[in-house]
Nanobody, 120 residues
């Protein structure tokens, strides 16, 4: 079993900054890519940023230059969000791609999500 737990988020005024973190725990051989998605009310879930096990990163165009994804020991990822805009308001979800001990199966569990609200 692999669990993904997010923390952080909250309410901030436009132009402010917030940080959300995510940790993968449980039994696994390795964590490959970790990523952050978001889902605003009435919209589809979209990729915000991702980071691979060799620290290659990818960002949505809408957050480039404002958000930074980083990874520490391999199982924890942080999304630092600067210059926040009201349109960044959403539930932010973390996802971890894990290689499990069950015949090296790859699974990609989601976290429960954390709310980020940016007021204008």
């Amino acid at each position: 079993q692999v669990q993904v737990v997010e923390s952080g988020g909250g309410l901030v005024q436009a132009g402010g900054a917030l940080t959300v973190s995510c940790k993968a725990t449980g039994r696994f051989l390795s964590i490959n890519a970790m990523s952050w998605y978001r889902q605003a009310p009435g919209k589809q879930r979209e990729l915000v940023a991702e980071i691979t096990d060799d620290s290659a990163t990818n960002y949505a165009e809408s957050v480039k230059g404002r958000f930074t994804i980083s990874r520490d020991n391999g199982n924890t990822v942080t999304l630092t969000m600067n210059s926040l805009k009201p349109e960044d308001t959403a539930v932010y979800y973390c996802r971890a791609e894990a290689r499990t001990t069950f015949f090296n199966q790859i699974i990609s569990p989601w976290g429960q999500g954390t709310q980020v609200t940016v007021s204008s």
